[in-house]
């Protein structure tokens, strides 16, 4: 089962709002890390509104989240600008040869006309600041925004509204190279009344207690003043971090050369993509009951129950062993589908892992959601919301009319 968390929700986002507060900025929510929208009514007070990556995702912020939608797609199809034109606040082009095919019809539109709709574009400031090539869209030959040499001459008549999207996971200091790059390419266009805003995308870790949110509010602050523009951002992971978690039972456990196993009824590539993808290795706890709970603990998931305690896994392969884990009791985490490499890691626990046990994966609200299928038939797990006062609604239940009637 899946368990989000609406206490861990609200920290996230008073913090968030507090940011935009002091740096008088716009801040969104990006439905592709987290669209959970029964947990919606809960911080959306805190937010001015989605960030949405096409129709679907707009429509669930029109209908369920009812504030200011930011709309960005890689590509748009011709129905899709005509229905968004309806009801989305800005609408977001990645390229040129699509703004230059869509501009008739949106500048025709009345909402268009009447200023409610307003028109940017994506841009590649081209200023790598991550690690991982797979999330870095400034890598060269990247499909996601324009260049300054693409833009430059272009007839811009229509927009008022700049964009870019280049941070996964990082802090403010590599925002502050990127607006430098943005400046140094596309300063000329942010300095001219035309454009009124700019969107710095999301991969803000705004929530980690690490961050360095007085210099976020700074760099947005300066940006304001400079360019006499509204500022946009558009966060997914900041809101949703360690607010969920996936519940998982051990179905079987066993030895294969020299390899102490267990299958579990969960499946990473089924209902945790990216510790395939990203690659990551997820924080994981074995539950112990009924026992008190040990407040001790060095580290606990972002979702606790009464009676109950979580010893963390450690990582056999280095030194990262928690206080209890013991690398003679490790075992191979995988899930029920076929795929070979279906497999969540080694973990090392405090004691030999047995049918019926109870693994609760950490940290599992954003991109993990949102990304699950019922590849191999596996069934889907619930969704729960925890309330402030510990009690558990599940808001969502999976069967197997869900798994048939997904593909006829
Ligand atoms: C255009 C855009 N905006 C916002 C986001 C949200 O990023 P994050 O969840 O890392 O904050 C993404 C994520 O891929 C994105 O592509």
Redesign the pocket.
């Known amino acids: 089962m899946f368990v989000i968390s609406i206490a861990a929700l609200k920290r996230n986002t008073r913090i968030l709002r507090e940011v935009k507060e002091a740096a008088g900025c716009h801040l969104v929510l990006?439905l592709?890390?987290f669209s959970c929208w029964k947990a919606f009514p809960f911080f959306r007070d805190d937010l001015d509104g989605c960030?949405t990556?096409g129709l679907w995702e707009a429509w669930l912020a029109r209908d369920y989240f009812q504030k200011h939608i930011v709309t960005?797609s890689p590509a748009y199809d011709e129905a899709d600008v005509a229905e968004l034109c309806g009801f989305t606040d800005h609408l977001d082009f990645n390229s040129l040869s699509q703004w230059f095919r869509f501009r008739e019809m949106v500048m025709a539109h009345p909402r268009f006309k009447s200023g409610e709709l307003l028109c940017g574009l994506?841009i590649n400031p081209q200023c790598s600041t991550g690690e991982t090539p797979l999330y870095d869209p400034c890598v060269a030959g990247s499909r996601l925004g324009i260049t300054a040499e693409q833009l430059a001459g272009a007839d811009l008549t229509g927009l008022s509204g700049l964009?870019f999207?280049t941070?996964?996971?990082q802090n403010s200091d590599d925002l502050e190279k990127t607006l430098a790059a943005v400046d140094e390419k596309f300063g000329y266009l942010l300095n001219s009344p035309q454009f009124t805003y700019l969107n710095m995308?999301?991969?803000?870790w705004i929530t980690k207690p690490f961050y360095d949110r007085e210099r976020l509010v700074r760099l947005v602050r300066e940006a304001r003043e400079k360019y006499h523009v509204d500022v946009w951002l558009?966060?997914?992971?900041?809101v949703a971090i360690h607010t969920g978690v996936l519940r998982a039972t051990v179905m079987d456990v066993f030895e294969s050369a020299g390899h102490r196993l267990a299958i579990l009824s969960i499946s990473a590539t089924g209902h945790m993509p990216d510790v395939m993808e990203m690659p990551y290795r997820p924080d994981v706890f074995l539950v112990e009951k009924p026992e008190a709970r040990n407040q001790t603990q060095e580290k606990m998931p972002a979702v606790t129950f009464e009676g109950e305690s979580y010893h963390l896994a450690g990582d056999p392969s280095s030194n990262l062993q928690s206080e209890i884990s013991n690398p003679q009791f490790t075992c191979r985490l995988g899930g029920p589908t076929c795929l070979a490499g279906d497999v969540m890691g080694d973990f090392s626990f405090h004691r030999e892992l047995k049918v019926g046990d109870v693994l609760v994966f950490d940290d599992m609200a954003?991109?993990t959601m949102v990304k699950t299928t019922t590849f191999n038939g596996v069934k889907h797990p619930a969704i729960a919301l925890q309330h402030e006062d510990g009690e558990i609604e599940v808001i969502r239940e999976f069967s197997y009319a869900d798994f048939r009637d997904r593909l006829s």
């Open positions: 990006a592709k890390g960030c990556s960005y994506r964009h999207h941070l996964c996971e995308g999301g991969g803000h558009e966060p997914g992971e900041a954003h991109y």
